[in-house]
C-alpha cells in the first residue's frame, strides 16, 4: 500500500496513507506504556490515557467527547504494555477537526484533581471487573509471573493501590519523560493529496514542544520454569503454558507467528482446536497466541475445561507439541499453513483503522512499513527446517510455564 511519511523539526512523524473512500481513519501512536511506569506506579500509562479526554486548556469533557460524536466520527483510545493510542474515524471533511482535536488531548490537557479521582473511582471498578472474568484475569496473572520483577509483568490497569495513590504530579511527571516527541506518529488514512496532510498535520503539531529525553527500558530476564496454581471461587479450571518469546526485531518471529497461526490461532482449523476441542470436547476455548515486543516477546497455550479434564488437556496438548516436533509439516501441510496466514492477513487490511494503527506501530519499531507483497515473501520464505527449529525452542516442555486459575475444593 502507498504511504509518505514526514518527520517535522520536533520529531513527530506524519504518515500518509491515500485511500478511496467517504470514510477516513487517524490515529496518534506514542511510544510508552506500562513498561515504562516508575516502580510503585503500575497503571498510571492507562490512568493518563483516561484522562485526557477530560479536561484541556481549552475543553471541558463534554465539549471533548461531542467535538468528533457531534457530527458522527467515533472516538477512542488504549493503552498497551508499550504503546498508548488514540484513534478516530470520521467523515473526510472532519479531517481537520481530529488532527486538531489530537494535539488539544495529548499536549494540552490540564490533569484537574476532581477529574481524577473521579476517573479513578472508574478504573477501580474496571478493575474489579475484570477480576471477575478469570479468562481475562490469568493473562495478566501468568505475564506477572512471567516477568517476575519486571515492569513489563505490570498490570496494565494497574492495582487498587498503586491507582488510589496516583498524584498529579505522577501524571505530569510521566508525560514529560515519555512522551517522546521523536516517538510519536500522528497517521491519517483517507481519500486526501499529501500536501493536504502535511498541511493539516504541520498546522496542529509542528509547534508542539520538541521533547526527546533518553528512553531507558531494561530488558526482562529469562526465569526459571514454575508451575503455579492458584485457587479461586469459580466453576472451572483455567490453564496458560508459555515462555518468553522472540522480539519484534527478530527474523524468527515470522516462522513463530507462521507456528503460532498453525498451531492454535485463528480459525477452527487449528491443531490445539480440532484435537482438543472437536475431537475429545475436553476445551471449549483452547488457543495460542504469540505477542513480540520491542526486546522479547510473549508466547502462550490459554484453554479453560473442569477441573477433572484439566490434566487430560494438558496431557493432549503435550502430545501434540511432540507430535509437531517429531513430524515435520510436508511441503503441502507448510504451503496450506501459509496460505491460510496469508489469507488472514489479507482479509484483515480490510479494517482500515487497524490498519492505519499496524502501520503507524511498524514506523515506531522499525521506521519502515513493509508491504503486503513483502510480508508474504517473508511468511512464504520460512522452511520447514525453521518450523521445527523454532518449535523446538519456543515449546520445550521442560520451559513452558504453567499458570492455573483451579476451582477451590469443597
Known amino acids: 500500500m502507498e504511504y509518505n511519511v514526514h518527520t517535522l523539526p ?25 513498561r515504562d511506569e516508575p516502580n510503585g506506579k503500575a497503571g498510571l500509562a492507562h490512568f493518563i490515557e483516561h484522562l485526557i479526554f477530560k479536561r484541556t486548556e481549552k475543553r471541558s469533557t463534554n465539549q471533548i467527547l461531542n467535538r468528533l460524536e457531534s457530527v458522527g466520527a467515533d472516538l477512542n483510545a488504549y493503552t498497551t504494555k508499550e504503546y498508548t493510542c488514540v484513534h478516530a474515524s470520521f467523515l473526510n471533511p472532519y479531517l481537520d477537526r481530529t488532527l486538531e482535536l489530537f494535539n488539544d488531548i495529548i499536549f494540552h490537557s490540564t490533569f484537574p484533581e476532581e477529574e481524577m479521582d473521579k476517573e479513578k473511582s472508574v478504573i477501580l471498578d474496571e478493575i474489579a471487573s475484570y477480576l471477575d472474568q478469570p479468562e481475562e484475569a490469568i493473562n495478566d496473572d501468568f505475564e506477572d509471573m512471567l516477568f517476575a520483577g519486571h515492569s513489563l509483568g505490570n ?36 481519500n486526501y493529496s499529501l ?24 530488558k526482562p530476564k529469562k526465569l526459571a520454569q514454575t508451575n503455579t496454581t492458584i485457587y479461586k471461587p469459580i466453576m472451572q479450571a483455567h490453564c496458560i503454558l508459555g515462555v518468553q518469546a522472540y522480539s ?86 507448510l504451503q496450506k499453513a501459509k496460505n491460510k496466514f496469508i489469507g488472514q492477513i489479507a482479509l484483515g487490511e480490510e ?25 508474504f515473501e517473508k511468511i512464504n520464505a520460512v522452511t520447514t527446517v525453521q518450523m521445527i527449529e523454532v518449535a523446538n525452542e519456543i515449546l520445550d516442555i521442560e520451559k513452558l510455564n504453567i499458570f492455573t486459575f483451579s476451582p477451590i475444593e469443597e
Do not use: W
Not at 248 to 255: D, P
Open 10 to 34: 520536533n520529531g513527530i512523524r506524519l504518515l500518509h496513507v491515500p485511500a478511496a473512500s467517504t470514510i477516513s481513519h487517524a490515529c496518534i501512536i506514542i511510544n510508552t506504556g506500562s
Open 155 to 190: 498490570n496494565i490497569l494497574g492495582t487498587t493501590d498503586s491507582v488510589q495513590n496516583f498524584t498529579r504530579e505522577d501524571v505530569i511527571n510521566f508525560r514529560k519523560a515519555n512522551y517522546r516527541t521523536n516517538e510519536i506518529v500522528i497517521a491519517v488514512l483517507g
Open 195 to 218: 500536501n493536504s496532510v502535511l498541511s493539516k498535520g504541520t498546522k496542529h503539531f509542528a509547534e508542539v514542544e520538541e521533547n526527546t529525553p533518553a528512553k531507558e527500558r531494561i
Open 248 to 333: 519484534t526485531h527478530q527474523q524468527e518471529k515470522v516462522a513463530l507467528m507462521l507456528l503460532n497461526n498453525y498451531f492454535g490461532g485463528n480459525g477452527m482449523s487449528s491443531v490445539l482446536n480440532l484435537q482438543i476441542r472437536e475431537k475429545y470436547g475436553i476445551a471449549y476455548t483452547i488457543e495460542s497466541n504469540f505477542s513480540p515486543l520491542s526486546d522479547t516477546g510473549i508466547f502462550s497455550i490459554y484453554f479453560g475445561t473442569d477441573k477433572e479434564k484439566q490434566n487430560k488437556a494438558l496431557s493432549l496438548i503435550f502430545k501434540e507439541i511432540k507430535k509437531l516436533k517429531e513430524n515435520p509439516l510436508n511441503e503441502l501441510q
Open 351 to 375: 479494517n482500515r483503522i487497524g490498519l492505519i494503527i499496524s502501520m503507524a506501530k511498524s514506523l515506531i519499531d522499525h521506521n519502515k512499513i513493509d508491504s503486503l507483497e513483502t510480508v
